[in-house]
């Protein structure tokens, strides 16, 4: 049974900085892809970032291209999200989710998390 958990959300003024980690266990961490989604109030989930299985490639939605950075270690079975110059807009509920290939579709996924809530003040 595949576990992912979220940790490291919480309240944080805009420009402010944090790192969210999802740990991974149930089935071999380093053989599937990984991705950031997020859910705000009255929104659709979206994409946030996506990581290949090693690590080689990333991927970043536009809206959080050069503040925030995906990145894994394999060895701890452990996702991060590092995030960086922190604004309102990204107040959402941020999941983790494990699958096939590292895209922004949800389909490629088939395990999520269960959700690490981020809260940006202005």
């Known amino acids: 049974q595949v576990q992912l958990v979220e940790s490291g959300g919480g309240l944080v003024q805009a420009g402010d900085s944090l790192r969210l980690s999802c740990a991974a266990s149930g089935r071999t961490f380093s053989s599937y892809a990984m991705g950031w989604f997020r859910q705000a109030p009255g929104k659709e989930r979206e994409f946030v970032a996506a990581?290949?299985?090693?690590?080689?490639?990333?991927l970043h939605a536009d809206s959080v291209k050069g503040r925030f950075t995906i990145s894994r270690d394999n060895a701890k079975n452990t996702l991060y999200l590092q995030m960086n110059n922190l604004r309102p807009e990204d107040t959402a509920v941020y999941y983790c989710a494990q699958g096939l290939r590292a895209d922004m579709k949800e389909r490629s996924y088939d395990y999520w998390g269960q959700g690490t809530q981020v809260t940006v003040s202005s």
């Open positions: 990581i290949s299985l090693s690590g080689g490639i990333t």
